[in-house]
């Protein structure tokens, strides 16, 4: 089945400092690819997303690559603030499977001044 | 545009009580979505409806939760009795139907946090 493995938090990272997430996925056929980050006390919201293989999505500072031969979509942000301080998820949807979205587990992300 | 609208914020109730959360996606979404997120897990689809009718229900525990959208707008999620292992953020999101890029986006809701004692 689909499924999307995340790396472990807490990440706990200075303020400006390079912030990198992994994550992979295993999925037939070719699934759309989604961060989505969760702030303290509120909703999932989305941060960016890929459609097909080698799609760039990028927003707020943030890019991330769909990479189909190493079936992964690593979330990167060169410069982090203390804003980005927050829970991201990584997560995949195929039109197949009824367009529901599997998500990973999580990675916490502490930024310090 | 308004968001997902979901009720209560928070429930706390004792195992084997029941509770019902409340969603009221954005206006046109045909697509709605039940998600369970245990804390420090990813979310978990519990049910999807499309308009009116149920598309995928098979992670729904069905002895003890429900779902309904009667009227393929406002959706009611319920659970009877709860379990300790109940206690979760219960998310609702809704989608526009799919396009032909695939390409659209779910919308969560706040969520409904669940504390079973």
């Known amino acids: 089945g689909n499924s999307v493995t995340q790396m472990e938090g807490p990440v706990t990272l200075s303020e400006e400092a390079f912030l990198t997430i992994n994550c992979t996925y295993t999925?037939?056929?070719?699934?759309?690819l989604f961060w989505y980050v969760q702030y303290p006390g509120e909703g999932l919201q989305l941060l960016l997303k890929?459609?097909?293989?080698?799609d760039k999505g990028s927003n707020k500072g943030f890019e991330a690559t769909y990479r189909k031969e190493t079936t992964s979509f690593h979330l990167e942000k060169g410069s982090v603030q203390v804003s980005d301080s927050a829970v991201y998820f990584c997560a995949l949807r195929r039109r197949a499977a009824g367009n529901k979205l599997t998500f990973g587990g999580g990675t916490r992300v502490l930024v310090k001044p | 545009e308004a968001g997902v609208a979901q009720s209560p914020r928070y429930k706390i109730i004792e195992k084997r009580q029941s509770v019902a959360f409340w969603c009221n996606p954005i206006?046109?979404?045909?697509?709605l979505y039940w998600y369970q997120q245990i804390l420090g897990q990813g979310p978990k689809l519990l049910i999807q409806?499309?308009?009116?009718?149920?598309?995928?229900d098979s992670q729904l525990p069905k002895d003890r939760f429900s779902a309904e959208r009667l009227k393929g707008v406002d959706s009611t999620l319920k659970i009877q009795p709860a379990k300790l292992e109940d206690s979760a953020v219960y998310l609702c999101?809704?989608?526009?139907?799919?396009?032909?890029?695939?390409?659209?986006?779910?919308?969560f809701g706040a969520g409904s946090r669940l504390t079973v004692l």
């Open positions: 999101a809704s989608s526009s139907l799919d396009s032909p890029t695939g390409a659209n986006v779910l919308t």
């Open positions: 409806f499309q308009n009116n009718g149920v598309v995928d």
């Open positions: 890929a459609t097909k293989a080698d």
């Open positions: 999925a037939t056929g070719y699934p759309s």
């Open positions: 206006s046109g979404h045909a697509t």
